[in-house]
Nanobody, 114 residues
Framework: VQLQASGGGLVQPGGSLRLSCAASGSIFSINVMGWYRQAPGKQRELVAVITSGGTTNYADSVKGRFTISRDNAKNTVYLQMNSLKPEDTAVYYC?????????WGQGTQVTVSS
């Protein structure tokens, strides 16, 4: 499985960004896709995940601001990020997993700064 993430960038506090991650290769119909992030000097943490059935889970720090969605026909997961804060600055990684199959994307930088 290959994961291609896009959509990161520089945005001012209060702004919005949309991340996309497209999976290709041997995709299992039952899977979980999602986003994690890692800020400098910190451990990688969950941002949001979504199952192939549409069940979602969010980190408390992003609830009400971020929305994860997916298009199963395109094997693509999206992360709409609104009301961005400086503390959201991090490298965002896409993840795909199904059973004992676990893949990570290359990461995309999100910087929130004025």
């Amino acid at each position: 499985v290959q994961l291609q993430a896009s959509g990161g960038g520089l945005v001012q506090p209060g702004g919005s960004l949309r991340l996309s991650c497209a999976a290709s290769g041997s995709i299992f119909s039952i899977n979980v896709m999602g986003w994690y992030r890692q800020a400098p000097g910190k451990q990688r943490e969950l941002v949001a995940v979504i199952t192939s059935g549409g069940t979602t889970n969010y980190a408390d720090s992003v609830k009400g601001r971020f929305t994860i969605s997916r298009d199963n026909a395109k094997n693509t997961v999206y992360l709409q990020m609104n009301s961005l804060k400086p503390e959201d600055t991090a490298v965002y990684y896409c993840r795909y997993y199904s059973g004992n199959i676990d893949y990570w994307g290359q990461g995309t930088q999100v910087t929130v700064s004025s």
